[in-house]
């Protein structure tokens, strides 16, 4: 069964904090993403990975980093974690082809 | 103007009633289209595609596109109790391009 795991299903931290979201995938996908939703402004691309190492900004990088050392893992890295980056956290997979897999998300808090 | 616009809701229909979803996209070259569906607490999970003009159907779901209007649509035929989810509007950009932008989604809840 294709599945896609995130580390921590809820998250508290504190502001300045540095805090590191992971996400592992176990079906040989090229492409991770990394969205982050809220009540009214939905699902939004934070970064995006289509092979290792490499990494592209989506529409609300700011903030954020991201890592890709092996191909199964896709980390996200809040540098210094502010109260705006309370959310909810969604990795994704895909194959180069349409259909996205989402982990069961973070909730992350920043006190 | 966002680039996935869709109706919020929240949207009622009776049970064994048609349901009616809409969304628009601004990027005219926009090759691929997608609903996801999201129950409460849960994660997205896929349930159309279109990529040509026209219906395409699925069971009780019919995804339409127009993409001279910059609209699609999805229709839930019969709907069930358990239809009752907030549905995403996905829409992937020129050929190449990966990033796939989802629409606000729009709460649908099926009256019994």
């Known amino acids: 069964d294709v599945k896609v795991t995130q580390s921590s299903r809820y998250l508290v931290k504190r502001t300045g904090e540095k805090v590191f979201l992971e996400c592992v995938q176990d079906?040989?996908?090229?492409?991770m993403f990394w969205y982050r939703q809220d009540p009214g402004l939905g699902l939004r691309l934070i970064y995006f990975?289509?092979?290792?190492?490499?990494?592209e900004k989506g529409d609300i990088p700011e903030g954020y980093s991201v890592s890709r050392e092996k191909k199964e893992r896709f980390s996200l890295i809040l540098e210094s974690a502010s109260t705006n980056q309370t959310s909810m956290y969604l990795c994704?997979?895909?194959?180069?082809?349409?259909?996205?897999?989402f982990g069961s998300g973070t909730q992350l808090s920043v006190l | 103007q966002k680039e996935v616009e869709q109706n919020s809701g929240p949207l009622s229909v009776p049970e064994g009633a048609i349901a009616s979803l809409n969304c628009t996209y601004s990027?005219?070259?926009?090759?691929?289209f997608f609903w996801y569906r999201q129950y409460s607490g849960k994660s997205p999970e896929l349930i159309m595609s279109?990529?040509?003009?026209g219906d395409k159907e699925d069971g009780r779901f019919t995804a339409q596109l127009n993409k001279a209007s910059q609209y699609v649509s999805l229709l839930i035929r019969d709907s069930q109790p358990s239809d009752s989810a907030t549905y995403l509007c996905a829409v992937k950009g020129r050929l190449g391009n990966e990033k796939l932008t989802f629409g606000t989604g729009t709460r649908l809840t099926i009256i019994p």
């Open positions: 279109i990529y040509s003009n």
């Open positions: 079906m040989d996908h090229e492409n």
């Open positions: 990975s289509y092979d290792v190492k490499m990494k």
């Open positions: 990027d005219r070259g926009s090759q691929s």
């Open positions: 994704a997979s895909s194959n180069g082809g349409e259909k996205l897999f």
